[in-house]
């Protein structure tokens, strides 16, 4: 906090920063608006979420939570589960947010979470934005593991890998002793897949996909790296691209599709973000793949497969998630993407959930905060007793280079007429004359939200 008491806040959804001391102009809040003065009707500029979702950064100490369990029912220090135990496997946003729904649900349900990680909580949509906005790996954090369990009064168990689950006896085996369990909910997340390379630097590949490898980026910037090669020239790896040549480091894209996005855009939109990134000092490696890495001295030599080699200092990769999905099929449970579930996110066990990346609806993942903030919600109710099934057919998906901001909602089906702007930055998608989709790039992309909320007939779900 600076001398005036000015508070940064970060949206949950998409790592957009509110800085107090700036405002946010364009939507009418004037520098100098205290987080308290926002209207409730504000909407994030980039992802269209709403006051509530504006979490406290940490360089500020954090407001008072209200805890809505019975003061008297502490959660003990080391759980082992119990009949009666909901536990959460995974301390992800999934994770994070079953608890949250069930704890709204459910004041007096033992509740535990058990994840690998640290635990803590952080804006994963953030990471690719976090040099941008002048930010940090620990800036990220928004809440202790230990600190946001107690406010919800659940207990956790952090750095604890679960290895099996006896679904017979309702026991979970961990790295840490056993655990019983009532209901599962498995919100294990993925990573970024393996690729096929050869060579003796392949090990120094940095597959970013949490808080955890990103450190391993910002490391190897602090210590002077100023070459970063990305592999992957989809949504992740755009965001990075723009993300890290803002603070001046020298990006090249290695895609193995002949545009980048491919799988989302239309070509004139996707040859219009490769044309901004390549204005930002982008070098696009387009219709290739990476053969090689090899330790070169003091930097790595990457072999393209058209021959070509580049020079670089870091590599990471963002060339798709694999959702993890070993432990559901160790244990029996039904897996094609992800781990198959019903709209209620229960797998073929009815006493096991699936949520968020490792999850498949109808053989869909919807790798969205707001699609798994929904989710839970279908979660908690099924638990609860008060059903909420999870419906999203055409998720908002917003790619965050704000030299070329885009918005998607794709519909469902293939029924649709295309309707293109004039000036090409704009595609609607009208069946029976009535918009199901849209595709908007640069000031377009400002109008998706409502055009979002026209095409779903459904509010944004908000953070209660
Ligand atoms: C760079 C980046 C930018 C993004 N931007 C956006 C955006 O702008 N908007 C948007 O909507 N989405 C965005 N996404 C996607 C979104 O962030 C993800 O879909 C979401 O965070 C996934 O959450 P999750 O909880 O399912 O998985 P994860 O965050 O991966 O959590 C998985 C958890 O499971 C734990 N775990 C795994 N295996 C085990 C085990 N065996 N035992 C114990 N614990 C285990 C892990 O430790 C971790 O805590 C972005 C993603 C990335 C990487």
């Given at each position: 906090?600076?001398?005036?008491?000015?508070?940064?806040?970060?949206c949950?959804?998409?790592?957009?920063?509110?800085?107090e001391?700036?405002?946010?102009?364009?939507?009418?809040l004037?520098?100098?608006?205290?987080?308290?003065?926002?209207?409730?009707?504000?909407?994030?500029?980039?992802c269209?979420?709403?006051?509530?979702?504006?979490?406290?950064?940490?360089?500020?100490?954090?407001?008072?939570?209200?805890?809505?369990?019975?003061?008297?029912?502490?959660?003990?220090?080391?759980?082992?589960?119990?009949d009666?135990?909901?536990?959460?496997?995974?301390?992800?946003?999934?994770?994070?947010?079953?608890?949250?729904?069930?704890?709204?649900?459910?004041?007096?349900?033992?509740?535990?979470?058990?994840?690998?990680?640290?635990?803590d909580?952080?804006?994963?949509?953030?990471?690719?934005?976090?040099?941008?906005?002048?930010?940090?790996?620990?800036?990220?954090?928004?809440?202790?593991?230990?600190?946001?369990?107690?406010?919800?009064?659940?207990?956790?168990?952090?750095?604890?890998?679960?290895?099996?689950?006896?679904?017979?006896?309702?026991?979970?085996?961990?790295?840490?002793?056993?655990?019983?369990?009532?209901?599962?909910?498995?919100?294990?997340?993925?990573?970024?897949?393996?690729?096929?390379?050869?060579?003796?630097?392949?090990?120094?590949?940095?597959?970013?996909?949490?808080?955890?490898t990103?450190?391993r980026?910002r490391?190897?910037?602090?210590?002077?790296?100023?070459?970063?090669?990305?592999?992957?020239?989809?949504?992740?790896?755009?965001?990075?691209?723009?993300?890290?040549?803002?603070?001046?480091?020298h990006?090249?894209?290695?895609?193995?599709?002949?545009q980048?996005?491919?799988?989302?855009?239309?070509?004139?939109?996707?040859?219009?973000?490769?044309?901004?990134?390549?204005?930002?000092?982008?070098?696009?490696?387009?219709?290739?793949?990476?053969?090689?890495?090899?330790?070169?001295?003091?930097?790595?030599?990457?072999?393209?497969?058209?021959?070509?080699?580049?020079?670089?200092?870091?590599?990471?990769?963002?060339?798709g998630?694999?959702?993890?999905?070993?432990?559901?099929?160790?244990?029996?449970?039904?897996?094609?993407?992800?781990?198959?579930?019903?709209?209620?996110?229960?797998?073929?066990?009815?006493?096991?959930?699936?949520?968020g990346?490792?999850?498949?609806?109808?053989?869909?993942?919807?790798?969205?905060?707001?699609?798994?903030?929904?989710?839970?919600k279908?979660?908690?109710?099924?638990?609860?007793?008060?059903?909420?099934?999870?419906?999203?057919?055409?998720?908002?998906?917003?790619?965050?280079?704000?030299?070329?901001?885009?918005?998607?909602?794709?519909?469902?089906?293939?029924?649709?007429?295309?309707?293109?702007?004039?000036?090409?930055?704009?595609?609607?998608?009208?069946?029976?004359?009535?918009?199901?989709?849209?595709?908007?790039?640069?000031?377009?992309?400002?109008?998706?939200?409502?055009?979002?909320?026209?095409?779903?007939?459904?509010?944004?779900?908000?953070?209660?």
């Amino acid at each position: 906090m600076g001398d005036t008491g000015y508070q940064r806040w970060i949206c949950e959804a998409c790592g957009f920063v509110y800085d107090e001391a700036k405002g946010d102009p364009d939507s009418g809040l004037a520098p100098g608006t205290r987080y308290a003065d926002i209207p409730a009707d504000w909407e994030c500029p980039l992802c269209g979420m709403r006051k509530s979702d504006l979490r406290l950064l940490r360089d500020t100490p954090a407001p008072a939570r209200s805890v809505t369990r019975s003061p008297s029912r502490r959660a003990p220090v080391t759980c082992r589960g119990g009949d009666d135990h909901v536990v959460i496997i995974g301390a992800g946003i999934a994770g994070w947010s079953v608890a949250e729904q069930l704890r709204l649900r459910m004041p007096e349900r033992d509740i535990l979470l058990i994840t690998a990680c640290s635990g803590d909580y952080y804006t994963k949509p953030a990471l690719s934005t976090a040099l941008t906005n002048g930010l940090g790996p620990e800036d990220l954090v928004v809440e202790s593991a230990a600190s946001k369990a107690a406010g919800l009064g659940i207990a956790v168990r952090t750095r604890t890998r679960v290895i099996d689950v006896d679904r017979a006896k309702r026991r979970i085996a961990t790295s840490k002793g056993s655990i019983t369990y009532g209901k599962l909910v498995l919100a294990l997340g993925g990573q970024q897949r393996d690729l096929a390379i050869q060579g003796d630097a392949a090990d120094q590949i940095i597959k970013i996909n949490d808080l955890r490898t990103y450190r391993r980026l910002r490391q190897r910037l602090d210590e002077g790296a100023t070459r970063v090669s990305i592999l992957g020239g989809g949504l992740i790896g755009c965001e990075f691209a723009e993300d890290l040549s803002s603070v001046g480091v020298h990006v090249d894209i290695i895609e193995p599709a002949r545009q980048p996005l491919a799988n989302l855009l239309v070509e004139g939109l996707s040859q219009g973000l490769r044309v901004r990134l390549a204005e930002k000092g982008v070098r696009w490696h387009l219709g290739k793949t990476l053969d090689r890495l090899e330790q070169g001295g003091d930097c790595v030599r990457a072999t393209l497969s058209c021959g070509q080699t580049l020079e670089t200092d870091v590599i990471i990769s963002a060339a798709g998630l694999q959702p993890h999905t070993t432990l559901a099929k160790k244990i029996g449970l039904q897996v094609t993407q992800g781990v198959c579930t019903d709209h209620d996110m229960r797998t073929a066990d009815p006493d096991i959930f699936a949520v968020g990346d490792c999850a498949a609806v109808d053989g869909r993942i919807y790798h969205h905060v707001d699609a798994i903030r929904l989710q839970a919600k279908a979660v908690a109710g099924a638990i609860a007793g008060t059903a909420a099934p999870f419906d999203m057919t055409a998720p908002l998906v917003r790619v965050k280079t704000p030299s070329f901001p885009l918005a998607v909602c794709l519909p469902a089906g293939s029924d649709c007429a295309e309707h293109p702007s004039a000036d090409g930055l704009r595609v609607d998608y009208l069946r029976d004359g009535e918009l199901v989709g849209f595709m908007l790039a640069d000031e377009h992309a400002a109008k998706a939200a409502s055009l979002y909320g026209r095409i779903t007939e459904r509010r944004w779900p908000d953070a209660s």
